[in-house]
């Protein structure tokens, strides 16, 4: 084949692109050898042509077709190359997000940056148990292969995870050992698992730190060794670490964090035991704060530290070490923020007020002076003597940082060490597996000393995986029998050599430390003289003579040497470590302690003084570690970073590549590539190809058949190679096949549309010519109709035409006329209309005219008249002016002054007089005010006296003031008093007339209830009828929920009682006790667990002794079971007292409440009611006994005693039976009506409607039948009625506390106002001191008269509100409390009365019977004959009672035979369905009979007892499980069956019902059978489902039901297992059926109820769909439309078993819906808006994540079919948002459906049951 027929026209080809790496392009014109170029089109459309190099002719590399993109394993490519790969991990990455590829033995994982859900606990489970190639590619798919390889080969095994900073490698390794804790099960209990994933977090803490690349990088290698047992359970662990990065302590780029650890601790600081520390934020030390990014979105430090601290504890690190250890942390960051400063050249000092520098000597414990010097100074010596040198403040810092990494390095490794130490194995280890989280390839701007050893590392650790590659590759042509050829790979041992051979950089970097002038600069100077031209691998940089380049198998690397040396050395100041030395923190000296010890030990192998280099230890720790993984199986995962970005599903093609080169995945194709990656198994070729064989080539010999048809095909021999079991391909060769196949089927889609076109063109042609005949006949016809018509419509139409035509003549002359006479009408109105307006218009004018005419009038004789008043004014303004003037001139004459003072001389006078009658009125003043000033004076004296005699009594008054407080207090006691005994008077009264009146009107009702039961009782009938579907499911809903809840607590419980056997065992077996001890038995069997336990822990110790292997433990182990023992009783006996504790309480806040609660009338009515019909029927049975009595002393009576006996108990006990079903369903119906009543009612506050506190209501609903009660929906009512009663008690109850709330408010307020009250009286009293003596009298006579009012009034009030208070207490609690207790009491009374009556009536039956068979012994004439033949026949049918009688001390001899020692098989098939239940019963009818409680409860605890016993046993037996499900399940039924009572009694015949047991009620042990039986049904489920669900994926997905329908695609190196290693019958759907036909018969023969076997058809079709559809979801092979067409045949088979069955309807279609809407979904249309919504709408029992999965994971299997376009998914997304579902993308194969046990009764009759003597119960006989 060759390059013509590959680069043909339409061929697509790769060619390199400097953005995208490689573009895709096709050809648009075939090539021919010679042509200098390729034209090409682009995906755009562009054309462009590639130059082909003359000298090579390399043509661009092909692009796979289609149908292999996208592929699990990029082995399975046809063109394996870079493009190839790169595309294929694109396309999984972005379009299907699938972060897991494989690539041969690797595995590539992407980092998403994002959260998947892929790593669940279903998950786990998912991938537990398969092949790697079986699954699609996961983490957990390798470490379940490494799992696999150890406990199948015992060989111990490594998973190398490596890649770039931020790749995800911390993420695989943990979830690679989260996996391993998950799938091993521990040896002992010490929870090794938690230990192990507990050491992540501190790991994490202390060597994980953010960079510019991750946000939580490791900066350290580690190899953890996962150590197993014999049974493959974790015993241990064991971490080693490599190259930690010390500098990050004292130095961070910008944008990156120190260690997590120094922020978890700042964010903790303000937490009491970080308080000495004095701790800061993270921004205020130097060695936190270098990288301005002290915080990580997402991540909260403060929870990080808890969850590092509870590590530790985990770890069992105490308390005191971990402060401790955060104590030198703090220290080291309080010694950055040590300042120096300078004082010249070569000297520095500390400042001695440094704070910092104080603390951290304090908490080093080391004296501040010494750390002080020798952080400024240094100690050099010489050949003869020692001084001491300062130093500058540059090497001063480089001290100090040099101390403090030497300080935390010592500490990482004193943590490693506690780690390993509490992750010793305990016992002896068998294998181990590794994980190694290691730095992949790194190359920066500037690369220094960490990443030459980082790549150093990673060369090595690249020359292991191509040597294993290669290894794999050979092996597999060895075993197949190909020819070997030596496959030419790279080989990385000269660059090794360059690294670490002699005169290599690590020997000239050791040589150049030990110099005494050692520099970077002569050291790189001696390795371009060394290596320059010897080696090529190295190199020297053009610009630069500090730094050298070496050619890694990634890439050139360009080093710089500065700083390599002090890196290498590592010195510290040994001063300052000899002062830390000194110190006295304990945990400081074990940190140097060990490092001593290490540094003797390896002194001691090396019997050298000189310190190691950073070199040579990382050397050294790197070839144990080679050594450790060559010793093992190692498994690869490359971990790649898509981009810089931190951009999730984001992939940067460059980045990408460079990755890949890095990481060996393009090495690992190349050598694939070189051989022949493509592998078929013979049958898979055949089944792929066979379209290209014709029938008459095909051979029964599959092999010789393809070597035929490849040889045909391809006649380049070389291309393939025949192995014994594959067939080998070539690169190509399988495109190659795939485009001769998709012609093939070409060829034949077009012959299949040629013929099927011709036969459609040749049917729709005679289809039209037959239709065109019929149609030309009728269109003939219908022409001529047509014609004929036509003539009488032109006839017809003629006549028409005239009346019409003279019609509209007609019509338009009326309508002329009548339009011209409108016209003259309108214009005559228009005219007469427009005189009119005129003469109106005429007539308005002459009446405006007529008033402006007035109105101009009225204003000129206005203006006149103003005019003439203004002459006149003025004119007499003129003359008085004159009159003025004349009267001026009068006045200054001597005349006119004469005739004013003519009365002035009168008035003088008069004055005068006035004048001296004041002055004598001043003296008589003066005398008068003198009189009063000598009595003023006597007065004065008189005031003063009185005013000593006021002080006086002042003195006396305070004295009796003190006294008033207690006289007040005293007064008020007595008024109140007094007030109390009038008010209770008063309430007394009230209380009797309100108990007369609630009496009388209870009477009231009592009558009315009785003419209103029947009313009642049809409403009740009519609610039940009419009682809505919807609640009715509501309730089956919570009901089915309720008993799911109980069930798994029952599994639970049972899981509980085998570990707590299985520990008994394990420690009498460490014990070894020969004798085991006395087993006891309960007296009387309880459903208490404990007891349960006990009885079956007494019962299991007799099977020990059978199990006890001769091995001995070693004694830590026995210590440890021992103490776990101890601890388990003990947290046992806690549980009890706090359980103990709480029902206290409860019944304490029982009682409370019950005081608290109020009766209410409601309550009343029902206890008279039911007082009245106990009062009737306590009647009715004294009348009842006074007849038997009568009839049993009447000899001589003609009515047999007997049968009067017999029918008034029947009557007795029927009437008894509906008079307590009437009681409690009038009960609930009157509290629910009452309650509804009173609800919103004054009355209804104080009503308890809290049925439960009468005994009696419990023991009616315990007694009646719950199917008899639900026939008529009165269960439902009163289950309303009780929740309608506790509703109105709850609301009561928060009465009462809001009531009692703010009582306590306003005493609360009466202390505050009291308190207010003498704060001011206080004041008032310092004011008064101030005030003079006569105001101070005054002020306390107001102060003292305003309290007085104050108090009476609030006196008043309170007393008010205490009377209402009270009377309302008393009103509610006395009487009514006490009416109801004595109601309690009578019906106590009554029922007490009853229960003797029942006793009185059992010992007259056995009398009667005594009386009777002395009866019968006489010859008694008055007897008659029949009935003598009546009963000697009736002895001859009870020969057999259905008894059986054993001895005492016999039930563990015949549980042994019958339940232990039985064999299942042969019992099944050879004696009748459910023997052994029913010879156990028998047994127990014999115990009843005789009336013996020990022997009942011997029997049943020891039957229970050896039941679990062999299910615990037998537990993985199918048959034995199914035998005592089947017999538990029948012997419960059994003991329904014959209880007596009603609703299970119905059922049987006469002859049964006289068998029922007669003196014990055993109605517990009934729902202790029964959880027993849903225990042993739940272990039948896990039985049934690990002996299904290996063959469930091979028979449903796996297995090609309908043979060749498109066959299958190629796979790689990961084969299915099911196509090579398993039997193909074992796979086929036929074997899955063959199994579920074999439970259903195995069930049928043990006599399993039928009810039960659909219960478990439906959980067996469950555990099928869950299974299938998990692995469809974890598979993308899986995903098809061929394979959901072959998913709904193998559905259809199951469903035509369930037909044959008559199983149809018992819900196991049902349970497979999600199966078949996922087998639908690969099958239906997905382009179209309107698929979309058709899916929707199909898929309502898948999950919207499932949905998505099957979208994404859609694989087209052929070339006609298409991939799902990401559109289409996101319009699903969005179709999909409303549904409120789960988020879990799995099924949950664990479920198990709660199931309720049918009541099956048995018609096989005890009395002919016969015991086989197989049995071996000889010592029992029928009765």
């Given at each position: 084949?060759?390059a013509?027929?590959?680069?043909?026209?339409?061929?697509?080809v790769w060619?390199?692109?400097?953005?995208?790496?490689?573009?895709?392009?096709?050809?648009?014109?075939d090539?021919?050898?010679?042509?200098?170029a390729?034209?090409?089109q682009?995906?755009?459309?562009?054309?462009?042509?590639?130059?082909?190099n003359?000298?090579?002719?390399?043509?661009?590399?092909?692009?796979?077709?289609?149908?292999?993109?996208?592929e699990n394993?990029?082995?399975?490519?046809s063109?394996?190359?870079?493009?190839?790969?790169?595309?294929?991990?694109?396309?999984?990455?972005?379009?299907?997000?699938?972060i897991?590829?494989?690539?041969?033995?690797?595995l590539?994982?992407?980092?998403?940056?994002?959260?998947l859900?892929?790593?669940?606990?279903?998950?786990?489970?998912?991938?537990s148990g398969?092949n790697m190639?079986?699954?699609?590619?996961?983490i957990?798919?390798?470490?379940?292969?490494?799992?696999?390889?150890?406990a199948?080969?015992?060989?111990?095994?490594s998973?190398?995870?490596?890649g770039?900073?931020g790749?995800?490698?911390?993420?695989?390794?943990?979830?690679?050992?989260?996996?391993?804790?998950?799938?091993?099960c521990?040896?002992?209990?010490a929870n090794v698992?938690?230990?192990?994933l507990?050491?992540?977090?501190?790991?994490e803490?202390?060597?994980?730190?953010?960079t510019t690349?991750?946000?939580?990088?490791?900066?350290?290698?580690?190899?953890?060794e996962?150590g197993?047992?014999r049974?493959?359970g974790?015993?241990?662990?064991?971490?080693?670490?490599?190259?930690l990065?010390?500098?990050?302590?004292?130095?961070?780029?910008n944008?990156?964090?120190?260690y997590?650890?120094?922020?978890?601790?700042c964010?903790?600081?303000?937490?009491?035991?970080?308080?000495?520390f004095n701790?800061?934020c993270?921004?205020?030390?130097?060695?936190?704060?270098?990288g301005?990014?002290?915080?990580?979105d997402?991540v909260d430090d403060?929870?990080?530290?808890y969850?590092?601290?509870?590590?530790?504890?985990?770890?069992?690190?105490a308390?005191s070490?971990?402060?401790?250890?955060?104590?030198?942390?703090?220290?080291?960051?309080?010694?950055?923020?040590?300042?120096?400063?300078?004082?010249?050249?070569?000297?520095?000092?500390i400042m001695?007020?440094?704070?910092?520098?104080?603390?951290?000597c304090?908490?080093?414990?080391v004296?501040?002076?010494?750390?002080?010097?020798?952080l400024?100074?240094?100690?050099l010596?010489?050949?003869?003597?020692?001084y001491?040198?300062?130093?500058?403040?540059?090497?001063?810092?480089?001290?100090?940082d040099?101390?403090?990494?030497h300080?935390?390095?010592?500490l990482?490794?004193?943590?490693?060490?506690?780690i390993?130490r509490?992750?010793?194995?305990?016992v002896?280890?068998?294998s181990?597996?590794?994980?190694?989280?290691?730095?992949?390839?790194?190359?920066?701007?500037?690369?220094?000393?960490?990443?030459f050893?980082?790549?150093?590392?990673?060369?090595?650790?690249?020359?292991?995986?191509?040597m294993?590659?290669?290894?794999?590759?050979?092996d597999?042509?060895?075993?197949?029998?190909i020819?070997?050829?030596l496959?030419?790979?790279?080989d990385?041992?000269?660059?090794?050599d360059?690294?670490?051979?002699?005169?290599?950089?690590?020997?000239?970097?050791?040589?150049?430390?030990k110099?005494?002038?050692?520099?970077?600069?002569?050291?790189?100077q001696?390795l371009y003289?060394?290596l320059?031209?010897q080696?090529?691998?190295?190199?020297?940089?053009?610009?630069?003579?500090?730094?050298?380049?070496i050619?890694?198998?990634?890439?050139?690397v360009?080093?710089?040497?500065?700083?390599?040396?002090?890196?290498?050395?590592?010195?510290v100041?040994?001063?300052?470590?000899?002062?830390?030395?000194?110190?006295?923190?304990?945990l400081?000296?074990?940190?140097?302690?060990d490092?001593k010890?290490?540094?003797?030990?390896?002194?001691?192998?090396?019997?050298r003084?000189?310190?190691?280099?950073?070199?040579l230890?990382?050397?050294?720790?790197?070839?144990?570690?080679m050594?450790t993984?060559?010793a093992?199986?190692?498994?690869?995962?490359?971990?790649?970073?898509?981009?810089d970005?931190?951009a999730?599903?984001?992939?940067?093609?460059?980045?990408?590549?460079?990755?890949?080169?890095?990481?060996?995945?393009?090495?690992?194709?190349?050598?694939s590539?070189?051989?022949?990656?493509?592998?078929?198994?013979?049958q898979?070729?055949?089944?792929?190809?066979?379209?290209?064989v014709?029938?008459?080539?095909?051979?029964?010999?599959?092999?010789?058949?393809?070597?035929?048809?490849?040889?045909?095909?391809?006649?380049?021999?070389?291309?393939?190679?025949?192995?014994?079991n594959?067939?080998?391909f070539r690169?190509g060769?399988?495109?190659y096949?795939?485009?001769?196949?998709?012609?093939?089927?070409?060829?034949a889609c077009?012959?299949?549309?040629?013929?099927?076109?011709?036969?459609?063109?040749r049917?729709s042609?005679?289809?039209?010519?037959?239709?065109?005949?019929?149609i030309?006949k009728?269109?003939r016809?219908?022409q001529?109709?047509?014609?004929a018509?036509l003539?009488?419509?032109?006839?017809?139409?003629?006549?028409?035409?005239?009346?019409?035509?003279?019609?509209a003549?007609?019509?338009?002359?009326?309508?002329q006329?009548y339009a011209?006479?409108a016209?003259?009408?309108?214009?005559?109105?228009?005219t007469?209309?427009?005189m009119?307006?005129?003469?109106?218009?005429?007539?308005?004018?002459?009446?405006?005219?007529?008033?402006?005419?007035?109105?101009?009038s009225k204003q000129?004789?206005?203006?006149?008249?103003?005019?003439?008043?203004?002459?006149?004014?003025c004119?007499?303004?003129?003359?008085?002016k004159?009159?003025?003037?004349?009267?001026?001139?009068e006045?200054?004459?001597?005349?006119h002054f004469k005739?004013?003072?003519?009365?002035?001389?009168?008035?003088?006078?008069?004055?005068?007089?006035?004048?001296?009658?004041?002055?004598?009125e001043?003296?008589e003043?003066?005398e008068?005010?003198s009189?009063?000033?000598k009595?003023?004076?006597v007065?004065?004296?008189k005031?003063?006296?009185?005013?000593?005699?006021?002080?006086?009594?002042?003195?006396?008054?305070?004295?009796?003031?003190?006294?008033?407080?207690?006289l007040?207090?005293?007064?008020?006691s007595?008024q109140?008093?007094?007030?109390?005994?009038?008010r209770?008077?008063?309430?007394l009264?009230?209380?009797?007339?309100?108990?007369?009146e609630?009496?009388?009107?209870?009477?009231m009702?009592i009558?009315?209830?009785k003419?209103?039961?029947d009313?009642l009782?049809?409403?009740?009938l009519?609610q039940?009828?009419?009682?809505?579907?919807d609640?009715?499911?509501h309730?089956?809903?919570?009901?089915?929920?309720?008993?799911?809840?109980?069930?798994?607590l029952?599994?639970q419980?049972?899981e509980l009682?085998?570990?707590?056997?299985?520990?008994?065992?394990?420690?009498?077996?460490?014990?070894?006790?020969?004798?085991?001890?006395?087993?006891r038995?309960d007296s009387?069997?309880?459903?208490?667990?404990?007891?349960?336990t006990?009885?079956?822990?007494?019962a299991?110790?007799?099977?020990?002794?059978?199990h006890?292997?001769?091995?001995?433990?070693?004694?830590?182990?026995?210590?440890?079971?021992?103490?776990?023992?101890?601890?388990?009783e003990?947290?046992k006996?806690?549980?009890?007292?706090q359980?103990?504790?709480?029902?206290?309480t409860?019944?304490?806040?029982?009682?409370?409440?019950?005081?608290l609660?109020?009766v209410?009338?409601?309550?009343?009515d029902?206890?008279?009611?039911?007082?009245?019909?106990?009062?009737?029927?306590?009647?009715?049975l004294?009348?009842d006994?006074?007849?038997?009595r009568?009839s049993?002393?009447?000899?001589s009576?003609?009515?047999?005693?007997?049968?009067?006996?017999?029918?008034?108990?029947?009557?007795?006990?029927?009437?008894?039976?509906?008079?307590?079903q009437?009681?409690?369903?009038?009960?609930?119906h009157?509290?629910r009506?009452?309650?509804?009543?009173?609800?919103?009612?004054?009355?209804?506050?104080?009503?308890?409607?809290?049925l439960?506190?009468?005994s009696?209501?419990k023991?009616?609903d315990?007694?009646?039948d719950?199917?008899?009660?639900?026939?008529?929906?009165?269960?439902?009512?009163?289950?309303?009625?009780l929740?309608?009663t506790?509703?109105?008690?709850e609301?009561?109850?928060?009465d009462?506390r809001?009531?009692?709330?703010?009582?306590?408010?306003?005493?609360q307020?009466?202390?505050?106002?009291?308190?207010e009250?003498?704060?001011q009286?206080?004041?008032?009293?310092?004011?008064?001191?101030l005030?003079?003596?006569d105001?101070?009298?005054?002020?306390?006579?107001?102060?003292?008269?305003?309290?007085l009012?104050?108090e009476?009034?609030?006196?008043?009030e309170?007393?008010?509100?205490?009377?209402?208070?009270?009377?309302?207490?008393?009103?509610?609690?006395?009487?009514f409390?006490k009416?109801?207790?004595?109601?309690?009491?009578?019906?106590e009374n009554?029922?007490k009365?009853?229960r003797k009556?029942t006793k009185?009536?059992k010992?007259?039956?056995?009398?009667?019977?005594?009386y009777?068979?002395?009866?019968?012994?006489?010859?008694?004439?008055?007897v008659k004959?029949?009935t003598?033949?009546?009963?000697n026949?009736?002895?001859?049918?009870?020969?057999y009672q259905g008894m059986?009688r054993?001895?005492?001390?016999?039930?563990?001899?015949?549980?042994?035979?019958?339940?232990?020692?039985?064999k299942p098989?042969?019992?099944?098939?050879?004696?009748?369905?459910?023997?052994?239940?029913?010879i156990i019963?028998m047994?127990?009818?014999?115990?009843?009979?005789?009336?013996?409680?020990?022997r009942?409860?011997?029997?049943?605890?020891?039957?229970?007892?050896?039941?679990?016993?062999?299910?615990?046993?037998?537990g993985?037996?199918?048959?034995?499980?199914s035998?005592?499900?089947?017999?538990?399940?029948?012997?419960?039924n059994?003991l329904k069956?014959?209880?007596?009572e009603?609703?299970?009694?119905?059922h049987n015949?006469?002859?049964?019902?006289q068998?029922?047991?007669s003196?014990?009620?055993?109605t517990?042990?009934?729902q202790?059978?029964?959880?027993l039986?849903?225990?042993?049904?739940?272990?039948?489920?896990?039985?049934?489902?690990?002996?299904?669900?290996?063959?469930i994926v091979?028979?449903?997905?796996?297995?090609?039901?309908?043979?060749?329908?498109?066959?299958?695609?190629?796979?790689?190196?990961?084969?299915r297992?099911?196509?090579?290693f398993?039997d193909e019958?074992?796979?086929?759907?036929?074997?899955?059926?063959?199994?579920?036909?074999?439970?259903?018969?195995?069930?049928?023969q043990?006599g399993?109820?039928?009810?039960?076997i659909?219960?478990?058809?439906?959980?067996q079709?469950?555990?099928?769909c869950?299974?299938?559809?998990?692995?469809?979801l974890?598979r993308?092979?899986?995903?098809?439309?061929?394979?959901?067409l072959?998913?709904?045949?193998?559905?259809?088979?199951?469903?035509?078993?369930?037909a044959e069955?008559?199983l149809?309807?018992?819900?196991?279609?049902?349970?497979?819906?999600?199966l078949v809407?996922?087998?639908?979904?690969?099958?239906?249309?997905?382009?179209?808006?309107s698929?979309?919504q058709?899916?929707?709408?199909?898929?309502?029992?898948l999950?919207?994540?499932?949905?998505?999965?099957v979208?994404?994971?859609?694989?087209?299997?052929i070339e006609?079919?298409?991939?799902?376009?990401?559109?289409?998914?996101?319009n699903?997304?969005?179709?999909?948002?409303h549904?409120?579902?789960?988020?879990?993308?799995?099924?949950d194969?664990?479920?198990?459906?709660s199931?309720?046990?049918?009541?099956t009764?048995?018609?096989?009759?005890?009395?002919?049951?016969?015991?086989?003597?197989?049995?071996?119960?000889?010592f029992?006989e029928?009765?």
């Amino acid at each position: 084949m060759g390059a013509s027929e590959l680069y043909s026209k339409f061929a697509r080809v790769w060619i390199p692109d400097v953005a995208d790496v490689w573009r895709s392009a096709e050809l648009i014109r075939d090539y021919s050898p010679g042509d200098p170029a390729l034209v090409l089109q682009l995906e755009d459309g562009t054309r462009v042509e590639h130059k082909i190099n003359p000298r090579t002719n390399e043509l661009p590399p092909l692009r796979n077709p289609n149908l292999l993109v996208g592929e699990n394993d990029l082995t399975s490519l046809s063109f394996l190359h870079e493009p190839a790969v790169l595309h294929n991990l694109r396309v999984r990455f972005i379009d299907s997000k699938l972060i897991y590829t494989y690539c041969g033995i690797v595995l590539v994982a992407i980092n998403p940056y994002e959260s998947l859900p892929i790593y669940e606990a279903d998950i786990i489970d998912a991938y537990s148990g398969q092949n790697m190639g079986d699954m699609d590619p996961h983490i957990f798919a390798v470490a379940e292969e490494a799992y696999r390889q150890m406990a199948r080969d015992g060989k111990n095994q490594s998973i190398i995870v490596s890649g770039e900073s931020g790749a995800g490698k911390t993420v695989s390794a943990k979830y690679a050992m989260r996996y391993f804790a998950k799938v091993s099960c521990s040896s002992g209990e010490a929870n090794v698992e938690e230990r192990v994933l507990a050491s992540n977090p501190i790991m994490e803490a202390l060597g994980n730190a953010k960079t510019t690349r991750n946000d939580n990088s490791s900066r350290f290698g580690k190899y953890i060794e996962i150590g197993f047992d014999r049974k493959h359970g974790i015993v241990g662990a064991n971490m080693r670490t490599y190259l930690l990065e010390k500098s990050r302590v004292v130095f961070q780029a910008n944008s990156e964090r120190n260690y997590h650890i120094f922020y978890q601790l700042c964010a903790s600081s303000h937490l009491p035991e970080f308080k000495a520390f004095n701790l800061a934020c993270a921004e205020d030390f130097h060695y936190t704060n270098q990288g301005h990014s002290p915080v990580i979105d997402g991540v909260d430090d403060a929870k990080e530290m808890y969850n590092t601290r509870k590590a530790f504890s985990l770890l069992g690190v105490a308390e005191s070490d971990q402060m401790e250890m955060y104590q030198i942390l703090s220290a080291i960051l309080h010694l950055s923020n040590v300042d120096f400063k300078d004082q010249s050249a070569d000297r520095c000092v500390i400042m001695p007020d440094n704070a910092h520098l104080l603390v951290f000597c304090e908490l080093m414990g080391v004296p501040c002076a010494e750390m002080t010097h020798w952080l400024c100074h240094r100690k050099l010596k010489t050949t003869t003597e020692t001084y001491v040198k300062s130093v500058s403040k540059i090497n001063a810092v480089n001290s100090r940082d040099a101390l403090a990494k030497h300080i935390y390095a010592l500490l990482f490794s004193w943590v490693v060490c506690r780690i390993n130490r509490a992750l010793k194995c305990a016992v002896r280890q068998q294998s181990f597996i590794g994980v190694l989280d290691i730095y992949g390839f790194e190359t920066f701007d500037i690369n220094s000393f960490e990443q030459f050893c980082i790549n150093y590392a990673n060369e090595k650790l690249q020359q292991q995986f191509n040597m294993h590659v290669f290894k794999l590759e050979q092996d597999e042509y060895i075993k197949e029998g190909i020819p070997w050829t030596l496959i030419d790979f790279y080989d990385n041992q000269p660059c090794i050599d360059l690294i670490e051979a002699k005169l290599g950089v690590l020997d000239l970097l050791d040589e150049e430390c030990k110099m005494p002038k050692g520099s970077d600069a002569t050291w790189a100077q001696k390795l371009y003289n060394t290596l320059l031209r010897q080696n090529a691998h190295f190199d020297k940089p053009r610009l630069s003579n500090q730094a050298f380049i070496i050619r890694h198998f990634a890439d050139k690397v360009e080093y710089q040497c500065e700083s390599f040396l002090e890196k290498n050395k590592d010195t510290v100041n040994e001063e300052q470590l000899n002062v830390l030395k000194k110190s006295e923190f304990v945990l400081l000296l074990k940190l140097f302690e060990d490092e001593k010890n290490k540094a003797t030990s390896v002194k001691t192998r090396t019997q050298r003084d000189t310190k190691k280099s950073v070199g040579l230890q990382f050397r050294q720790s790197l070839h144990l570690l080679m050594e450790t993984l060559n010793a093992t199986t190692p498994h690869y995962v490359r971990c790649i970073k898509p981009n810089d970005h931190k951009a999730p599903f984001s992939l940067d093609p460059v980045r990408a590549v460079q990755q890949l080169r890095a990481c060996g995945i393009l090495e690992t194709i190349r050598i694939s590539a070189a051989g022949f990656p493509s592998r078929w198994t013979y049958q898979e070729f055949f089944s792929r190809y066979r379209v290209l064989v014709k029938w008459r080539d095909v051979l029964p010999d599959r092999k010789q058949t393809c070597k035929n048809l490849l040889e045909k095909l391809i006649k380049n021999q070389e291309m393939y190679q025949f192995g014994r079991n594959k067939l080998f391909f070539r690169a190509g060769q399988v495109a190659y096949l795939e485009k001769l196949r998709s012609d093939k089927l070409r060829m034949a889609c077009v012959s299949i549309q040629k013929t099927i076109r011709c036969w459609l063109a040749r049917s729709s042609y005679l289809r039209m010519r037959e239709c065109t005949i019929i149609i030309q006949k009728h269109v003939r016809g219908h022409q001529a109709r047509c014609y004929a018509k036509l003539l009488l419509q032109t006839r017809a139409a003629v006549i028409i035409q005239s009346y019409v035509r003279m019609w509209a003549s007609r019509r338009l002359y009326q309508r002329q006329r009548y339009a011209a006479m409108a016209i003259q009408c309108c214009w005559r109105a228009h005219t007469a209309r427009q005189m009119y307006y005129k003469m109106m218009f005429e007539q308005k004018v002459v009446v405006i005219q007529r008033w402006v005419r007035g109105w101009m009038s009225k204003q000129r004789y206005r203006r006149l008249l103003a005019a003439v008043v203004l002459l006149q004014s003025c004119v007499r303004r003129i003359r008085a002016k004159k009159e003025l003037k004349k009267l001026k001139a009068e006045a200054r004459s001597v005349e006119h002054f004469k005739k004013l003072n003519v009365g002035m001389e009168n008035k003088i006078l008069q004055l005068q007089h006035k004048i001296n009658q004041h002055l004598r009125e001043n003296r008589e003043l003066s005398e008068k005010l003198s009189a009063v000033t000598k009595t003023m004076m006597v007065e004065t004296k008189k005031h003063d006296r009185e005013m000593e005699n006021l002080v006086r009594s002042e003195q006396e008054s305070r004295v009796k003031a003190e006294r008033v407080p207690s006289l007040l207090e005293q007064i008020y006691s007595l008024q109140q008093e007094l007030e109390m005994t009038r008010r209770h008077k008063e309430e007394l009264e009230q209380q009797n007339n309100t108990y007369r009146e609630v009496v009388d009107e209870l009477n009231m009702k009592i009558n009315m209830l009785k003419s209103n039961v029947d009313e009642l009782n049809q409403q009740i009938l009519e609610q039940g009828m009419n009682t809505n579907n919807d609640d009715i499911t509501h309730l089956e809903e919570e009901l089915a929920e309720e008993r799911s809840r109980y069930q798994s607590l029952q599994s639970q419980h049972l899981e509980l009682e085998q570990r707590y056997g299985d520990l008994k065992e394990e420690v009498d077996l460490s014990m070894i006790i020969s004798k085991s001890s006395d087993r006891r038995t309960d007296s009387n069997y309880s459903t208490n667990s404990s007891e349960f336990t006990q009885s079956f822990g007494s019962a299991e110790e007799h099977h020990v002794s059978a199990h006890i292997e001769d091995e001995t433990l070693d004694l830590p182990v026995l210590l440890k079971l021992q103490k776990r023992v101890k601890d388990l009783e003990q947290d046992k006996q806690s549980l009890l007292e706090q359980l103990d504790k709480k029902e206290e309480t409860q019944q304490e806040k029982d009682k409370e409440i019950e005081k608290l609660k109020i009766v209410s009338r409601t309550e009343l009515d029902l206890e008279t009611l039911k007082r009245q019909q106990m009062e009737t029927e306590n009647k009715k049975l004294k009348q009842d006994l006074n007849e038997l009595r009568t009839s049993l002393s009447n000899d001589s009576s003609d009515v047999e005693p007997y049968s009067v006996l017999m029918e008034q108990l029947h009557s007795s006990t029927e009437e008894l039976d509906m008079r307590k079903q009437e009681v409690l369903l009038l009960r609930s119906h009157m509290v629910r009506q009452e309650a509804l009543k009173h609800k919103d009612s004054s009355l209804g506050e104080g009503v308890n409607l809290d049925l439960l506190e009468i005994s009696s209501y419990k023991d009616i609903d315990r007694m009646t039948d719950i199917h008899t009660l639900n026939e008529d929906g009165e269960l439902y009512l009163a289950y309303e009625g009780l929740k309608e009663t506790n509703r109105l008690l709850e609301g009561q109850m928060q009465d009462l506390r809001r009531s009692q709330r703010e009582e306590v408010q306003k005493l609360q307020e009466e202390v505050n106002r009291m308190k207010e009250e003498k704060e001011q009286q206080q004041k008032l009293l310092a004011q008064s001191l101030l005030l003079p003596e006569d105001a101070r009298i005054d002020t306390r006579l107001k102060h003292e008269i305003t309290c007085l009012t104050h108090e009476n009034l609030v006196r008043k009030e309170s007393g008010i509100r205490m009377y209402t208070i009270r009377v309302l207490h008393l009103y509610a609690k006395p009487s009514f409390t006490k009416c109801f207790q004595e109601l309690l009491e009578q019906r106590e009374n009554l029922e007490k009365c009853l229960r003797k009556t029942t006793k009185q009536l059992k010992l007259y039956m056995t009398k009667v019977k005594d009386y009777e068979v002395s009866f019968q012994g006489k010859d008694v004439p008055s007897v008659k004959s029949a009935t003598i033949k009546a009963v000697n026949i009736t002895r001859k049918e009870k020969e057999y009672q259905g008894m059986l009688r054993y001895k005492q001390g016999d039930e563990n001899r015949l549980l042994k035979n019958l339940v232990t020692d039985l064999k299942p098989r042969g019992v099944a098939v050879s004696f009748t369905p459910g023997l052994p239940a029913y010879i156990i019963f028998m047994c127990l009818r014999y115990a009843d009979n005789v009336n013996n409680d020990q022997r009942v409860s011997e029997l049943l605890n020891s039957t229970i007892s050896s039941i679990k016993g062999v299910i615990k046993r037998r537990g993985n037996d199918f048959e034995s499980v199914s035998f005592w499900l089947s017999n538990t399940c029948r012997f419960m039924n059994c003991l329904k069956q014959y209880s007596g009572e009603e609703a299970y009694s119905k059922h049987n015949t006469a002859k049964q019902n006289q068998h029922c047991l007669s003196n014990f009620e055993l109605t517990e042990y009934q729902q202790v059978f029964n959880d027993l039986t849903i225990q042993i049904y739940r272990q039948f489920i896990k039985c049934m489902e690990d002996i299904l669900q290996p063959i469930i994926v091979a028979s449903m997905l796996e297995h090609d039901t309908i043979q060749g329908v498109l066959g299958s695609k190629p796979t790689g190196l990961r084969k299915r297992s099911s196509s090579s290693f398993q039997d193909e019958e074992t796979t086929a759907m036929g074997f899955l059926l063959q199994r579920l036909s074999s439970f259903h018969s195995t069930m049928s023969q043990h006599g399993m109820d039928p009810g039960l076997i659909r219960l478990v058809v439906r959980q067996q079709f469950y555990i099928i769909c869950a299974v299938t559809l998990n692995n469809l979801l974890l598979r993308k092979d899986m995903c098809s439309w061929s394979k959901g067409l072959q998913i709904r045949y193998n559905i259809w088979q199951l469903e035509e078993w369930l037909a044959e069955r008559e199983l149809s309807d018992c819900g196991a279609k049902e349970t497979l819906e999600p199966l078949v809407q996922a087998a639908q979904l690969l099958q239906i249309k997905k382009k179209t808006e309107s698929d979309a919504q058709a899916i929707s709408r199909m898929c309502t029992a898948l999950t919207t994540a499932q949905i998505v999965k099957v979208l994404t994971l859609y694989t087209p299997v052929i070339e006609f079919e298409e991939r799902v376009p990401i559109t289409f998914i996101t319009n699903i997304k969005m179709l999909l948002e409303h549904r409120s579902e789960s988020s879990t993308l799995m099924m949950d194969t664990k479920k198990i459906f709660s199931i309720t046990l049918p009541f099956t009764p048995s018609s096989v009759a005890l009395e002919t049951l016969t015991i086989p003597t197989s049995l071996n119960l000889g010592f029992i006989e029928r009765v």
